[in-house]
């Protein structure tokens, strides 16, 4: 059974840009997860996407966006893109929303520079 | 979101058994523990989780004391690849996983 899909795993972008990653969720999975993982913040919780909607968000400002698929896959966009949005990015499926299980993938490690 | 607190690293030999412990005193009636650890580049990984009662799998055992103020997670043969910073997390109601900084293992030979 494939596991939880990030692509593209790394990715170097200049300030101002704007940046969109990608997850496929493990299959029957409905629910998917989104963090940031920094050095100096460690793991934050961004939002989270069941049945094409969000059900919760994080404190991250507006510039963080993400949606989900008929098929459950979901993307995240960061816009106007500053340094301190240099993270690993990693995406965690489950279930259903609220399943005790969460199945992270590898991350999209994103430099900007 | 109940906060909880871990020591930032500890050592085990290898084969022995690993003892982390965490403390979670505000921790509310009906939220779950959860237990998951970190390989360097990876993902985190889904440990064990546990209310009230102690568990087990095939991983790990997880003690939750009876107050349920605290809690320790049991390896109970560390290897090598056990190496990894564990994660303990109190879920809040609305299913948010709040990361603290985790407890950074290191198994020696």
């Known amino acids: 059974k494939a596991g939880v899909t990030q692509t593209p795993r790394y990715l170097i972008k200049t300030r101002g840009q704007q940046v969109t990653l990608s997850c496929s969720p493990i299959s029957g999975h409905r629910s998917v997860s989104w963090y940031q993982q920094t050095p100096g913040q460690g793991l934050q919780f961004l939002f989270e996407y069941f049945s094409e909607t969000q059900r919760n968000k994080g404190n991250f400002p507006g510039r963080f966006s993400g949606r989900q698929f008929s098929n459950s896959r979901s993307e995240m966009n960061v816009s106007t893109l500053e340094l301190g949005d240099s993270a690993l990015y990693l995406c965690?499926?489950?279930?259903?929303?609220?399943?005790?299980?969460?199945?992270f993938g590898a991350g999209s490690r994103l430099t900007v520079l | 979101d109940a906060k909880t607190t871990q020591p930032p690293s500890m050592d085990c030999a290898e084969g022995r058994a690993a003892n982390l412990p965490c403390n979670h005193s505000?921790?509310?009636?009906?939220?779950?523990v959860y237990w998951y650890r970190q390989i360097h580049s990876q993902g985190p990984q889904y440990i064990i989780h546990?209310?009230?009662n102690n568990e087990t799998n095939e991983m790990a055992s997880l003690i939750i004391t009876e107050d349920r103020k605290s809690s320790t997670l049991i390896l109970p043969h560390a290897t090598l690849r056990d190496t990894a910073v564990y994660y303990c997390i109190v879920r809040s109601n609305d299913y948010k996983l709040s990361f603290g900084a985790g407890t950074t293992v290191t198994v020696r030979a």
């Open positions: 546990g209310l009230k």
């Open positions: 965690a499926s489950s279930l259903s929303s609220g399943a005790n299980v969460l199945t």
């Open positions: 505000t921790i509310s009636g009906n939220e779950y």
